[in-house]
């Protein structure tokens, strides 16, 4: 006996990878609703089969440019859903529908659900850019962090290459005092021992 498996929605979000808003749009659109369920608290359960039909819908939406009205037709065509999920999601809140049905012509609903589905898909877009732009702030904490550890040990370079040159003037001048003593009190009497005699023959000579 099979027993059937159900996630919840937050679950689902997670493993595809969307937010739970868009996942709830999603619903709408592409699972049947004995495919979902609402707990007590309100919250959906999606079933393997409706998962898998999520899953799908994701591939596709990564692997192209298909809107969401676009991706349900193809689903159709294939046989993956059923026709009545179109009709359920162009009339969802039936309601405001019933409302202005009676006044309302085909074209004018035809742009609503246009409409509709064009904020369903700049929602998705600027909710997966807000994803890029947080990695791009830690991308960019990271590289600050890094110019910043480079500028530290510049610094600490530049005040190492000072303090060896300021040794090495130092050096320099204690060699130059060193030469200048020396210098100044070395012998002045001659090492070759030639000039001792020649001096010697010279005073006895006179």
Known sequence: MDIQVWMASKEVADRLDVHVRTLRNWLDLFVPANERLKNPQGHYLISEAGFALLKEVKERKDNGNSSLREIQRQMIEEGLIQEEMLIASELSGTE???????????????????????????????????????????????????????????????????????????????????????????????????????????????
């Open 96 to 206: 405001e529908v019933a409302v202005t049905a009676a006044s309302s012509s085909l074209e004018t609903q035809s742009s609503r659900r246009d409409v509709e589905f064009a904020f369903q898909e700049a929602l998705v877009s600027f909710q997966q850019e807000l994803t890029q732009l947080r990695s791009m702030n830690q991308m960019q904490t990271t590289i600050l962090e890094k110019i910043a550890e480079i500028e530290e040990k510049q610094e600490f370079l530049r005040l190492e290459m000072r303090r060896v040159t300021f040794e090495m003037d130092l050096m320099q001048q204690r060699l130059t005092r060193r030469k200048e003593r020396f210098a100044k009190h070395q012998p002045r009497w001659s090492l070759n021992p030639f000039r001792w005699f020649s001096r010697s023959n010279q005073a006895a000579e006179h």
